[in-house]
């Protein structure tokens, strides 16, 4: 019985993070960066354009019970924040450029306003998930590596700054691994006050 149970997929937990959307054309535009330079580091698996967003808080697996109180969490912290104006503006490597594991396109966080949303997502669902210990970065992560190493100096000078844009939503999706990348689902998305 507990097999039949565990069959069905209301049963199985999703796996599901909170971000937030870049514009499709400064995704077109730095995907012409990157092309440029993905030569350079053959040994990274890059992410497709569209599957490019800023992650606010990843959950991981979810059991659907919970879907509820996750929404209800997102959607109080976007309500309680207002519309952003970012830009992309440099490359980047976690957890640094000699031992690469992460490359990202970071973006202007003024007044810090990404770093406080992520952290009233971290209060709001703490009952049910682990806070964040890491600071709040922003950024698109555009490629992995399975193995630590040295990013050439050309690709960390990338030109990928791009004009401004506004942020004025969260979004709840949901992954789905798979090859050659995961595929990205968006289950609700909750717009920012104002």
Do not use: C
């Amino acid at each position: 019985m507990a097999r039949d149970r565990a069959s069905r997929p209301e049963a199985r937990p999703l796996r599901l993070f909170v971000a937030f959307d870049v514009p499709r054309e400064v995704r077109e535009r730095m995907a012409a960066t990157v092309a440029d330079v993905r030569d350079r580091v053959p040994e990274a698996r890059w992410s497709p354009p569209e599957n490019w967003h800023v992650t606010m808080k990843f959950l991981g697996g979810v059991w659907p019970r919970l879907r509820g109180r996750v929404e209800e969490a997102v959607r109080d912290a976007a309500g309680g924040a207002e519309r952003v104006t970012s830009r992309l503006t440099e490359m980047g490597a976690f957890p640094s450029p000699r031992r690469a594991r992460v490359l990202w396109v970071g973006l202007e966080d003024p007044g810090e306003r990404f770093r406080k949303l992520a952290a009233r997502l971290d209060e709001l669902l703490e009952p049910d998930f682990e806070p964040e210990v890491r600071p709040y970065t922003p950024h698109l992560t555009v490629a992995r590596l399975r193995d630590q190493a040295a990013i050439p100096e050309a690709v960390m000078a990338a030109d990928v700054t791009s004009e401004p844009f506004g942020v004025t939503e969260l979004v709840l999706y949901r992954s789905y691994l798979g090859r050659p990348s995961a595929r990205y689902e968006a289950l609700a998305r909750f717009p920012f006050r104002g």
